[in-house]
């Protein structure tokens, strides 16, 4: 039995029919499809146009520009052509072009366009100031430029040693030739504090004594602010008259405060000072100096400022004296010592009586025995030192050098030397050459 054959069945076209088109309807033309509609243009803004050509300007110039600066910030940091450490003088009233020009002619700069754009990018132009400067060696641009806009001037300095006169000071800063301007007036004797000043070139004079007066008072201050209740020293003023008397006594930092007791010492028994640098003060004042030795009727020449005349402190001060022989004052040391006299090696030897100042007397008339002629008996050695008349018993009070023996023809009259100031004195202007023994300014009998 065959099987019955089984067809696929046939696709099912859902699509409509299109009745075929006539063979006159085919060859028909159809017309093309019309243009698109046109577009109206919007006309550019004369205005838009000019910023977007300014824009792209603006874009192109800062691009130069910033060029230029990385050069110009390249060449200014790099080492300049100066091969040494120079000084040099920027006049008042220069100007960038002046002083540009003056960079370029000293060799400090090789590019002086550089130089003026740097300066006008950084408004460094407005603050060049005059002065001295220092450069050193391949200093860049930038280094120079900012030295002189802001000012570091190379600084000097002036030294007032510990001991001066006001007057003697006043000279130093009047033959000083980096300072300018007259001084209105020598201050008061002890109102300048000694120390060293810092200035720069052209600085006036009355500016550097303002402020040695200024600091004066200011450590004057700080030091009476801490004075021991029995200071037989009533005011700051009397404080600043005994530490001059110090000041011209002894320079050794160590001896000061004793030195100092010795003073306070005798105040406090009512004893004379006796101090030769205030013979000294009370005949010649301001000067400082007699320029030679003080001789025997000096030392009870009448004054106001002898105080182997007067009683206790003179009327002022007889110098200028440091930060350190006010605090020996006030810190001095708390002995029974009563005299010194000078040791030979530069110091002082003390003693609370007389009898042990002769006997240290005795051995520094020794030393300078031996020092002048090593051959000479002790009780021939002649002393530079101040030999004051003899009290009723043959002998005084002070503290200082020998005490005068009657009948004592050898002793030598012409004191210590009172060469301060002067061509003779090793330490011109300063203080007594401590050194040496006949130089040093010490109490006396």
């Given at each position: 039995?065959?099987?019955?054959?089984?067809?696929?069945?046939?696709?099912?076209?859902?699509?409509?029919?299109?009745?075929?088109?006539?063979?006159?309807?085919?060859?028909?033309?159809?017309?093309?499809?019309?243009?698109?509609?046109?577009?109206?243009?919007?006309?550019?803004?004369?205005?838009?146009?000019?910023?977007?050509?300014?824009?792209?300007?603006?874009?192109?110039?800062?691009?130069?520009?910033?060029?230029?600066?990385?050069?110009?910030?390249?060449?200014?940091?790099?080492?300049?052509?100066?091969?040494?450490?120079?000084?040099?003088?920027?006049?008042?009233?220069?100007?960038?072009?002046?002083?540009?020009?003056?960079?370029?002619?000293?060799?400090?700069?090789?590019?002086?366009?550089?130089?003026?754009?740097?300066?006008?990018?950084?408004?460094?132009?407005?603050?060049?100031?005059?002065?001295?400067?220092?450069?050193?060696?391949?200093?860049?641009?930038?280094?120079?430029?900012?030295?002189?806009?802001?000012?570091?001037?190379?600084?000097?300095?002036?030294?007032?040693?510990e001991g001066l006169t006001s007057e003697q000071i006043i000279s130093r800063?009047?033959?000083?030739?980096?300072?300018?301007?007259?001084?209105?007036?020598?201050?008061?004797?002890?109102?300048?504090?000694?120390?060293?000043?810092?200035?720069?070139?052209?600085?006036?004079?009355?500016?550097?004594?303002?402020?040695?007066?200024?600091?004066?008072?200011?450590?004057?201050?700080?030091?009476?602010?801490?004075?021991?209740?029995?200071?037989?020293?009533?005011?700051?003023?009397?404080?600043?008259?005994?530490?001059?008397?110090?000041?011209?006594?002894?320079?050794?930092?160590?001896?000061?405060?004793?030195?100092?007791?010795?003073?306070?010492?005798?105040?406090?028994?009512?004893?004379?000072?006796?101090?030769?640098?205030?013979?000294?003060?009370?005949?010649?004042?301001?000067?400082?100096?007699?320029?030679?030795?003080?001789?025997?009727?000096?030392?009870?020449?009448?004054?106001?400022?002898?105080?182997?005349?007067?009683?206790?402190?003179?009327?002022?001060?007889?110098?200028?004296?440091?930060?350190?022989?006010?605090?020996?004052?006030?810190?001095?040391?708390?002995?029974?010592?009563?005299?010194?006299?000078?040791?030979?090696?530069?110091?002082?030897?003390?003693?609370?009586?007389?009898?042990?100042?002769?006997?240290?007397?005795?051995?520094?008339?020794?030393?300078?025995?031996?020092?002048?002629?090593?051959?000479?008996?002790?009780?021939?050695?002649?002393?530079?030192?101040?030999?004051?008349?003899?009290?009723?018993?043959?002998?005084?009070?002070?503290?200082?050098?020998?005490?005068?023996?009657?009948?004592?023809?050898?002793?030598?009259?012409?004191?210590?030397?009172?060469?301060?100031?002067?061509?003779?004195?090793?330490?011109?202007?300063?203080?007594?050459?401590?050194?040496?023994?006949?130089?040093?300014?010490?109490?006396?009998?």
């Open positions: 039995m065959q099987n019955p054959t089984v067809r696929a069945p046939h696709p099912v076209n859902n699509s409509p029919r299109v009745a075929p088109k006539s063979p006159s309807e085919a060859l028909k033309p159809v017309a093309p499809p019309g243009p698109p509609p046109k577009t109206r243009r919007r006309r550019r803004s004369p205005f838009v146009a000019m910023l977007s050509g300014l824009f792209t300007a603006l874009l192109v110039l800062a691009g130069v520009v910033g060029a230029g600066l990385a050069v110009i910030s390249s060449q200014s940091k790099a080492p300049g052509p100066l091969a040494n450490d120079r000084v040099l003088i920027v006049p008042k009233e220069s100007g960038l072009t002046e002083i540009t020009e003056l960079l370029q002619k000293e060799g400090l700069i090789e590019h002086p366009w550089a130089f003026r754009v740097s300066a006008l990018v950084t408004g460094n132009w407005t603050k060049l100031k005059a002065g001295e400067y220092l450069f050193k060696a391949r200093a860049s641009q930038q280094d120079i430029l900012d030295i002189i806009a802001e000012g570091k001037a190379v600084e000097h300095s002036v030294t007032v040693p800063l009047k033959d000083n030739d980096l300072l300018t301007g007259e001084l209105i007036q020598t201050p008061r004797e002890g109102t300048i504090l000694p120390d060293t000043y810092k200035f720069q070139r052209g600085s006036t004079r009355q500016a550097i004594v303002d402020r040695m007066t200024r600091d004066q008072r200011r450590i004057l201050n700080e030091v009476w602010a801490r004075r021991p209740a029995d200071l037989p020293i009533k005011t700051p003023q009397e404080l600043v008259v005994l530490a001059s008397i110090v000041e011209k006594e002894t320079g050794r930092a160590d001896e000061r405060p004793r030195v100092a007791g010795v003073f306070i010492n005798r105040l406090n028994r009512k004893m004379k000072l006796q101090s030769d640098p205030t013979i000294v003060y009370g005949l010649v004042g301001g000067k400082g100096t007699l320029g030679r030795s003080i001789q025997r009727n000096e030392i009870t020449q009448a004054t106001p400022y002898n105080t182997y005349v007067i009683d206790g402190l003179p009327p002022g001060p007889i110098a200028n004296p440091g930060r350190a022989a006010m605090e020996a004052v006030v810190n001095h040391s708390r002995t029974k010592d009563l005299y010194f006299v000078a040791d030979g090696s530069g110091g002082h030897a003390f003693a609370e009586t007389l009898e042990q100042h002769n006997r240290n007397v005795a051995r520094w008339r020794q030393v300078e025995g031996n020092r002048r002629d090593p051959g000479r008996s002790p009780a021939d050695a002649g002393i530079d030192k101040v030999e004051p008349p003899a009290g009723p018993d043959n002998r005084t009070e002070a503290p200082g050098a020998p005490a005068a023996q009657a009948g004592d023809s050898t002793q030598r009259t012409r004191a210590f030397d009172a060469s301060e100031g002067t061509t003779r004195d090793p330490l011109k202007n300063r203080s007594f050459d401590l050194n040496s023994p006949k130089a040093v300014p010490a109490l006396r009998p």
